[in-house]
């Protein structure tokens, strides 16, 4: 039997050790009841926050060690944090995400400017694609609307 942090109890464990701790001490968290954790094993994801089930999945193919299941984990209840607040943009990582992000990564000593490589080859490759495409067309929209749903 292969020993691994990351499992669906362990992710309920490090939420609830999170939830002590700033930022996240500061707003009314869901209980880790309340949450689900799911392992997934997507290799093109780090890990994701389902609003509609209340869930949290961290990719066992991105995450192998410990400081990134951990950094997903915050990642992701950052996410969730501002979904309870009902911020409209929960989803994005503008402003009111970063403030949180910025909190938590001095609390654990964290890289607040740390972005994951899948992130930064997207962002490369729209960025080309933008390049060669007419403004307006229907590959420039759809490139748009990712980079906002991101």
């Not at 910025?102 to 490589?117: G, H, Q, R, W």
Request: charged share 20%.
């Amino acid at each position: 039997m292969k020993l691994t942090t990351l499992t669906s109890q362990n992710l309920a464990i490090l939420y609830d050790m999170a939830c002590k701790l700033p930022p996240f001490n500061k707003i009314k968290m869901p209980k880790s009841s309340k949450v689900k954790f799911k392992v997934i094993s997507d290799p093109g994801i780090y890990g994701c926050f389902d609003e509609v089930e209340m869930q949290i999945e961290i990719s066992s193919g991105s995450c192998g060690h410990f400081t990134t299941i951990f950094q997903t984990l915050l990642h992701e209840m950052v996410h969730l944090a501002l979904y309870v607040k009902k911020d409209p943009k929960f989803h994005l990582h503008e402003e009111s995400f970063l403030k949180l992000k910025a909190i938590y990564s001095e609390v654990y000593s964290l890289d607040p400017k740390a972005v994951s490589l899948p992130v930064k080859i997207f962002n490369f490759f729209s960025a080309f694609l933008a390049s060669l495409i007419t403004p307006g067309s229907s590959l420039s929209i759809a490139i748009a609307t990712y980079r906002d749903w991101e």
